[in-house]
T-cell receptor, first 115, second 114 residues
Framework: AQTVTQSQPEMSVQEAETVTLSCTYDTSENNYYLFWYKQPPSRQMILVIRQEAYKQQNATENRFSVNFQKAAKSFSLKISDSQLGDTAMYFCAFSLKGGSEKLVFGKGTKLTVNP | NAGVMQNPRHLVRRRGQEARLRCSPMKGHSHVYWYRQLPEEGLKFMVYLQKENIIDESGMPKERFSAEFPKEGPSILRIQQVVRGDSAAYFC????????????FGEGSWLTVV
């Protein structure tokens, strides 16, 4: 079974600075996807970024980028130029390619951006 | 294009009553997923459905919980004889065929059992 671990329950960062959220996962499979979801106080789940395991290039979406280390099974999220609106819970998630597409989530990291 | 629509957003039930949560997927999406989020936890997969078929229900509790996605109408998650431990946020998500595992979530339904 696949597992996802987020070792930082809470983090804080000053506005305009950079923060990195950690995520490790465990799987014996080779083809899979990794995701970061954001859950703001409104509680809606918002997709931040998606990485396909067979792609070596790290995914980037504006201020959000990942550091994907397949051998180490690590998938960290870097948020640059942090904004107050980035305050949220961040969940790392995994799903197998070609399977039922179900996501396995970590327990989340609560990020607070301070003015 | 409307997103994934869930209703009700908030539902209060007494112990022993039934709870029905509805989910209308995004237009053109034929795959529906239900997830449960307990307080201070990440989301846990419950069930994956395509029209009229349950594809994967490995995360569904064996008793009291059922799900359907009929040919016409929304997907329904049904919880019979609710207990306090069923209090949680229930998220529905949908995806089209060949989405490359990217699914889109609704805003969730909050069930409180009193």
């Amino acid at each position: 079974a696949q597992t996802v671990t987020q070792s930082q329950p809470e983090m804080s960062v000053q506005e305009a600075e950079t923060v990195t959220l950690s995520c490790t996962y465990d799987t014996s499979e080779n083809n899979y996807y990794l995701f970061w979801y954001k859950q703001p106080p409104s509680r809606q789940m918002i997709l931040v970024i998606r990485q396909e395991a067979y792609k070596q290039q790290n995914a980037t979406e504006n201020r959000f980028s990942v550091n994907f280390q397949k051998a180490a099974k690590s998938f960290s999220l870097k948020i640059s130029d942090s904004q107050l609106g980035d305050t949220a819970m961040y969940f790392c998630a995994f799903s197998l390619k070609g399977g039922s597409e179900k996501l396995v989530f970590g327990k989340g990291t609560k990020l607070t951006v301070n003015p | 294009n409307a997103g994934v629509m869930q209703n009700p957003r908030h539902l209060v039930r007494r112990r022993g009553q039934e709870a029905r949560l509805r989910c209308s997927p995004m237009k053109g999406h034929s795959h529906v997923y239900w997830y449960r989020q307990l307080p201070e936890e990440g989301l846990k997969f419950m069930v994956y459905l395509q029209k009229e078929n349950i594809i994967d229900e490995s995360g569904m509790p064996k008793e009291r919980f059922s799900a359907e996605f009929p040919k016409e109408g929304p997907s329904i998650l049904r919880i019979q004889q609710v207990v306090r431990g069923d209090s949680a946020a229930y998220f529905c998500a949908s995806s089209p065929e060949g989405s490359g595992n990217t699914i889109y979530f609704g805003e969730g339904s909050w069930l409180t059992v009193v």
